[in-house]
């Protein structure tokens, strides 16, 4: 089963400089999205090859950017924030894509323009089954919500905007239990889930 997680930094920095050294404050708490990265794509001894994540990074300066990390093609990147942080740093200093256009940087890693009403579209055009994470949804099923290629989309340490709610009302939301979990805690959770189903 292909996994896909999109998880949106409301106030993560788009373009720029980051400063390694302080990614919960200055990089507008870059530090909820690359633990993500972390735990989405990263095994004990290797990286998933079943598992895509995209980070929406929407807190400016300039348009909003999305940088992709895919596991089955993902070269040279180490699982520690750090280092995961550097290769978003690498997206920053780059031109903003146009909408929909994704840029690969290197194996694995890629960037474009747009928001999570852009990763919807294409993961429907994709065929993929999408879920929204919300601990007031329906109990998560792997047997019952289970499908060839299925994305989980998540929020950073801030609830969904106005647009956002918009953009996923149609999207069915899944619950992980009543207590309202870290993103990565959530995606760790899934993947056990997945790879017990």
């Given amino acids: 089963m292909n996994r896909r997680f999109a998880i949106i930094g409301h106030r993560a920095q788009s373009s720029g400089k980051i400063n390694l050294n302080d990614l919960a404050g200055s990089a507008g708490r870059l530090d909820v999205l690359v633990r993500a990265v972390n735990t989405a794509l990263f095994l004990s001894h290797g990286i998933r090859d079943d598992t895509h994540i995209t980070l929406h990074l929407l807190g400016g300066p300039g348009p909003s950017r999305r940088v992709w990390f895919e596991?089955?093609?993902?070269?040279?990147?180490?699982?520690?924030?750090?280092?995961?942080?550097?290769?978003?740093?690498?997206?920053?200093?780059?031109?903003?894509?146009?909408?929909?256009?994704?840029?690969?940087?290197?194996?694995?890693?890629?960037?474009?323009?747009?928001?999570?009403?852009?990763?919807?579209?294409?993961?429907?055009?994709?065929g993929v089954r999408i879920f929204v994470l919300d601990a007031s949804g329906i109990p998560f099923n792997p047997e019952i919500h289970n499908a060839e290629s299925i994305g989980f989309i998540l929020s950073d340490d801030r609830p969904f905007s106005e647009s956002?709610?918009?953009?996923?009302?149609?999207?069915?939301?899944?619950?992980?239990?009543?207590?309202?979990?870290?993103?990565?805690?959530?995606?760790?959770?899934?993947?056990?889930?997945?790879?017990?189903n």
């Fill in 164 to 196: 956002e709610l918009q953009s996923i009302q149609s999207i069915e939301k899944i619950s992980l239990g009543d207590t309202w979990l870290q993103g990565h805690a959530c995606i760790s959770i899934l993947h056990h889930y997945l790879d017990s």
């Fill in 71 to 126: 596991g089955p093609q993902l070269r040279g990147v180490h699982p520690d924030e750090r280092a995961i942080a550097g290769q978003v740093n690498k997206a920053l200093r780059e031109p903003v894509p146009a909408m929909g256009q994704f840029v690969e940087l290197h194996s694995g890693l890629w960037h474009s323009g747009g928001e999570i009403e852009q990763t919807i579209t294409e993961w429907k055009r994709e």
